[in-house]
T-cell receptor, first 114, second 111 residues
Framework: DAGVIQSPRHEVTEMGQEVTLRCKPISGHNSLFWYRQTMMRGLELLIYFNNNVPIDDSGMPEDRFSAKMPNASFSTLKIQPSEPRDSAVYFC????????????FGPGTRLTVL | QKEVEQNSGPLSVPEGAIASLNCTYSDRGSQSFFWYRQYSGKSPELIMFIYSNGDKEDGRFTAQLNKASQYVSLLIRDSQPSDSATYLCAAFTGTASKLTFGTGTRLQVTL
């Protein structure tokens, strides 16, 4: 079975541009998580969907960040406008049984905002 | 105070030795705990989880939980160079329904 799929794997953009990250969870998993990882702050939960519905978006840094999950097999994380401090690795993860169940991580998107 | 704390390391152990990785958590409501391994440039992958006080063994790995002391540890027996990675401790809290990660401990297994 394919694991969690993320695209793009690398993104380099200039400050002020819109960035869209994409994720396809493991088939059959009903929970999806977006994380951001930096050296300073480690792995931080941005938002968590269950059955395509956002459950917890308290980790979304500010209004520049938005996430959608239009169906069970696709989610996007959008940053508009992007800033240099958004540079990080963004991981998508999915699980079968919510946040307490084993989360399987995608390969991540390394974002660099110049 | 961070919710989940780990020593960043690096923790250096010789091949064949026991590596001991430690983690403390602040929320007494935390119910279950996960250890993930992350190789450089890769994504985290689950090693094991524990939710009851005591020890849980899986091959060369043993997770230990002491809820009274709010302490979780991971022991790696017969450490191998392939165990060199960053180990992330995570705590699940039911009230917040979220998994909170520590910043990880980097382990180096030397030949």
């Amino acid at each position: 079975d394919a694991g969690v799929i993320q695209s793009p794997r690398h993104e380099v953009t200039e400050m002020g541009q819109e960035v869209t990250l994409r994720c396809k969870p493991i088939s059959g998993h009903n929970s999806l998580f977006w994380y951001r990882q930096t050296m300073m702050r480690g792995l931080e939960l941005l938002i968590y969907f269950n059955n395509n519905v956002p459950i917890d978006d308290s980790g979304m840094p500010e209004d520049r960040f938005s996430a959608k999950m239009p169906n069970a097999s696709f989610s996007t994380l959008k940053i508009q406008p992007s800033e240099p401090r958004d540079s990080a690795v963004y991981f998508c993860a999915s699980s079968y049984g919510g946040a307490s169940d084993t989360q399987y991580f995608g390969p991540g998107t390394r974002l660099t905002v110049l | 105070q961070k919710e989940v704390e780990q020593n960043s390391g690096p923790l250096s152990v010789p091949e064949g030795a026991i590596a001991s990785l430690n983690c403390t958590y602040s929320d007494r409501g935390s119910q279950s705990f996960f250890w993930y391994r992350q190789y450089s440039g890769k994504s985290p992958e689950l090693i094991m989880f524990i939710y009851s006080n005591g020890d849980k063994e899986d091959g060369r790995f043993t997770a230990q939980l002491n809820k009274a002391s709010q302490y979780v540890s991971l022991l790696i027996r017969d450490s191998q160079p392939s165990d060199s990675a960053t180990y992330l401790c995570a705590a699940f809290t039911g009230t917040a329904s979220k998994l909170t990660f520590g910043t990880g401990t980097r382990l180096q297994v030397t030949l």
